[in-house]
């Protein structure tokens, strides 16, 4: 049943390496980006975050499919733009496109996740920390920036997940990432334990994902006291 | 009282002068003038929503206020980011909920201030922390995170906090109101040996005993004004302004 397995090792190897480094590159870029975009998002009343509310609203509101559709092909029609500014290796590549629409997705999630957690800060930890004489950026660095990233890994984790298996969808634009590989074998073998094999590498990702998460948040003993 | 017996003049460390502030409509300060004496205790009571706390927060300027000046150790206090860090270095604050960093250990919390607001060296800085945090009784507790310690306890820590600042002025924003009554007394107890060890302060507190063993002076606040001032005993024996004797009243039964 397995035979096929055996025989296609590398390109299992290939499929993998692909979906782990487009989820892993395209988080690690959207968590980065997502935390300007998540700090505008919070200062509520301000033209910055209604531009980034507007991004948020139209990135949440439509199906990665379709971003990663527009992406894709949207691009061919660019065509002669983007070889002027010397983009275009970049949009030709579907493994790129992939990426470029993980982290467009991504930081929208993302930010909504800053946004919530730098909200959860108590105005008086500033304060106290302007009472010891921090200036603004110190009272960001040592107040702000580790709780709000204590609070949020959890749902850091979470979207970690769902990311990796909504990067499944990038095969749709022949990516040769796990999802990709099994497509490609299902229609040379009409054998559906390709799809076992493909399960099985996202569970084992997350697997290792799981334990990284847990490892991070015992970190934060102050979050659970004893 | 504890300190009526002053030799030659003191100096003015704080001098507030026509302070007015609002809140939109709100006309939370109006034109308060106090001189604050290097050394001198004052204890500011008054009603919720007088302004008392308002008045302490203008001081280091975690309030901005709309009128009026306040010079701090020969300094005025203006819109600028290095005189206002400069001015919180001299003026240590005591928040009603303690307001310690939940993500750092109690020692964590008493450096932070020294070794990043005052360029301290780590070392140097542990070693002032453990100073204070000895003397407020709680040196043993330096491991452990502010959510393990009871309000008592944390209040301690806040105070060891702002000590570690060497601050020339100490401000208490009703340091006691958010604490289980029988813990009280072990925050007062510290408070009281600050006093004795001649640190200026300003409390705004309703602890009446406080008031009575070791201040110079009460001040009654009502509607955003300073209605009465007095030593303690003229003021608990003798007040004059008809609120401050129906806010005694409501006080003391």
Known sequence: ?226 | MAHSDQKTPAKIIISISALNKWYGDLHVLRDIDLDVKKGERIVIAGPSGSGKSTLIRCINYLEKYQGGKIVVDGVELIDDRKIIENIRREVGMVFQSFNLFPHLTILENCTLGPIQGLDLPKEQAIEKAMHFLNKVNIPEQADKYPGQLSGGQQQRVAIARSLCMNPDVMLFDEPTSALDPEMVKEVLDIMVSLAKEGMTMLCVTHEMGFAKEVADRVIFMDEGQIMEQNNPVEFFTNPQHERTKEFLKQIFF
């Open chain 1, 1 to 226: 049943m397995f035979a096929h397995l055996m025989d296609n090792l590398d390109l299992w190897r290939i499929g993998f390496a692909n979906t782990l480094s487009l989820t892993v590159l395209s988080f690690v870029i959207g968590f980065i980006i997502a935390i300007p975009v998540g700090l505008a998002r919070s200062r509520t009343g301000t033209w910055m975050s209604r531009i980034t509310y507007g991004y948020v609203y139209i990135i949440r509101g439509t199906p990665l499919l379709v971003q990663i559709f527009l992406l894709y092909y949207g691009a061919g029609q660019f065509h002669k733009a983007l070889s002027q500014l010397g983009l275009w290796w970049l949009f030709r590549e579907a493994y790129y496109c992939g990426l470029f629409a993980l982290i467009l997705n991504t930081v929208a999630y993302q930010a909504e996740i800053v946004r919530g957690a730098v909200l959860a800060i108590p105005k008086s930890l500033e304060e106290a920390g302007a009472s010891v004489s921090l200036s603004m950026l110190q009272i960001f660095r040592f107040i702000h920036l580790p709780i709000a990233t204590a609070r949020m890994l959890p749902a850091l984790g979470n979207e970690f997940v769902l990311l990796l298996k909504a990067s499944a969808l990038v095969s749709v634009i022949a990516v040769t990432d796990v999802m990709g590989q099994a497509r490609y074998l299902f229609s040379e073998t009409l054998d559906l334990s390709v799809y076992y094999v493909a399960a099985i590498n996202y569970l084992a990702i997350v697997l290792v994902a799981e334990a990284i998460l847990r490892k991070l948040e015992a970190r934060n003993i102050w979050l659970n006291p004893r």
